[in-house]
């Protein structure tokens, strides 16, 4: 079989933020990979793969791949409301992925950010975490 | 007889070795990966100085050509064998009086930072000249770099030498194993009192994407460090105090 990357991860996890309704209602400014764009609205979601080291075993290949989500907004009740509702999205759910099963989506630890302030002077609050995310692929 | 205390001490000295080990591969896995902004307009410049050979081997044509020895604008040396300075070290105005030998020292350092704010005048010349209406000319540095040359954030210091950019490359440093009772643990840190913005590379901001390079670092290398600290229990355990072959097996 050919070896898949950690971009169906990647899918995955963006599914499982969309798959809660409370979540997508609750942030204006929609999920972004990496960096939002200057003019989005807050509050927003921004994930990023951190790293995917490839544990290769007998007959399979496990991906275990960390991944940061962070909430921007505008105060911080609204960022620690929208990230436990990311947690609550993520942590320990089962991913829905092509040709891999999901192992485990963990939430590992808080990202020691915090606040910002914008390109409009406005303070921004940054809340997350890292989520460790693995999938193993029969080889 | 076997010394079990002993050979218990032997273990984990050789673990905590081991683990400092592994901490040295994290920082060399995260130098490696740490962002080192690229300050200069377009994408293969950079300030490379010629080595001592290059310039010896260019010596003769600059001669033949009426230019200047590389690096000492407007000083001819005497192409002969056995090159003297034509200024005396004691002479007044010769500034590289006091130094050893008849030859100049190279002042590596100095001229970095001279080529740097050169590059950093003209940037601010071809500011005012594109403010007067003038057509627009290609700089060296880009917005940026002038930033970061006009700041001193871009120079940074490894080894006694100045370079331009870096500096959070240069920051990362693995420390010694500090053992507390019967665990041991080894930091590599990111970042110091010049360069604060060390976390917001690693974990990103508002306005620039994370440059994750400590994280990744530990990931990659995890599996090498937990083998190392094995195969350094396994060696102890066989040698430490006897000749009985002992089987420990680890898992981490």
């Known amino acids: 079989m ?7 991860v990647k899918r995955a996890v963006v599914q499982a933020l969309r798959a809660s309704p409370a979540l997508v209602s ?3 400014g929609g999920i972004h990979e990496g960096i939002a ?5 807050y509050p927003f979601i921004v994930y990023q793969l951190i790293a995917a080291p490839y544990n290769r075993q007998w007959g399979g290949v496990i991906i275990e791949a960390t ?7 505008e105060n911080p009740v609204d960022a620690n409301n929208i990230d436990a509702l990311i ?17 485990l989506c963990r939430r590992v630890s808080d990202l020691p950010t915090g606040p910002d302030i914008d390109s409009e002077g406005k303070r921004i609050y940054q809340v997350g975490g890292s989520y460790s995310v693995w999938a193993h692929q029969t080889l | 007889m076997i010394d079990f205390e002993a050979l218990a001490a032997q273990i984990f000295d050789n673990a905590v070795s081991a683990l400092g080990q592994g901490a040295l591969l994290v920082q060399e896995r995260a130098q490696h990966l740490a962002p080192v902004r690229h300050i200069f307009t377009g994408d293969k410049y950079t300030i490379r100085r010629k ?3 290059e310039i010896e081997a260019d010596r003769l044509i600059r001669a033949q050509l009426g230019l200047s020895v590389e690096g000492e604008r407007g000083k001819k040396w005497p192409m002969t064998a056995r090159t003297k300075s034509p200024l005396r070290k004691t002479e007044p105005g010769n500034r590289w009086a006091g130094t050893f030998g008849s030859r100049p020292a190279p002042r590596w350092r100095e001229r970095r930072m001279e080529v740097a704010q050169q590059h950093l005048a ?18 060296v540095l880009d917005r940026r770099g002038a930033y970061e040359v006009r700041s001193k954030r871009a120079a940074s210091l490894r080894w006694g030498h ?12 693995a420390w010694a194993p500090v053992v507390a009772g019967p665990n041991a643990e080894a930091w590599v840190t990111a970042g110091n009192d010049e360069i604060d913005y060390a976390k917001y590379m690693e974990f990103g901001t508002r306005h620039a994407a994370a440059h994750p390079y400590l994280r990744p670092a530990l990931a990659e290398t995890r599996q090498e460090i937990v083998s190392r600290i094995a195969a350094a229990i396994r060696e102890s355990s066989r040698t430490g105090g006897s000749s009985m072959d002992i089987e420990i097996e680890v898992r981490l």
Request: net charge negative.
């Open chain 1, 2 to 8: 050919t070896l898949v990357t950690s971009a169906p």
């Open chain 1, 67 to 73: 991944f940061d989500v962070s909430v921007y907004a």
């Open chain 1, 26 to 28: 609750a942030i204006a």
């Open chain 1, 37 to 41: 764009p200057r003019k989005v609205r």
């Open chain 1, 87 to 103: 947690t609550t999205a993520l942590n320990e759910a089962v991913l829905v992925m092509d040709e891999q099963d999901s192992m």
């Open chain 2, 162 to 173: 100045a370079y331009i950019g870096g500096g959070l490359r240069d920051s990362i440093k």
């Open chain 2, 51 to 53: 080595k001592a050979s």
């Open chain 2, 122 to 139: 003209d940037y601010d010349a071809e500011m005012i000249s594109r403010k007067a209406g003038n057509p627009h000319q290609p700089t």
